[in-house]
């Protein structure tokens, strides 16, 4: 199984960026698709948004407004659009997948089945 993240970048306080995570080896649409960020020094966090194996999008409130997860099962890629970035959003932004029945937002990183590398993402003017 791998989870590849990419999209990571620059980006000035209020711009956007789209990161895409490209898995292989498990059947997509059996999994919950979580996307974290860990920043330096801070605790690990759940995930910013859940993209279930079905329902509605889990968003954490932070990003809610402000990011969209979605997901493509045909070409087995998740992405994540960022917009109206801020200094806080700097972090190493992770994919996840978890074979649970139901998806738990207190869930981190580690506890999902697989995840990838992380791609940094910075904010700042």
């Known amino acids: 199984v791998q989870l590849v993240e990419s999209g990571g970048g620059f980006v000035q306080p209020g711009g956007s960026l789209r990161l895409s995570c490209k898995i292989s080896g498990l059947t997509l649409y059996e999994y919950h698709i979580g996307w974290f960020r860990q920043a330096p020094g801070k605790e690990r966090e759940g995930a910013s948004c859940?993209?279930?194996?079905?329902?509605?999008?889990y968003y954490e409130d932070s990003v809610k407004d402000r990011f969209n997860c979605s997901r493509d099962d045909a070409t087995s890629t998740v992405h994540l659009q960022m917009n109206s970035l801020r200094p806080e959003d700097t972090a190493v932004y992770y994919c996840a997948a978890d074979a649970s029945r139901y998806y738990n937002s207190r869930k981190t990183l580690y506890e999902y089945d697989f995840w990838g590398q992380g791609t940094q993402v910075t904010v700042s003017s």
């Open positions: 859940i993209v279930p194996a079905h329902g509605p999008t």
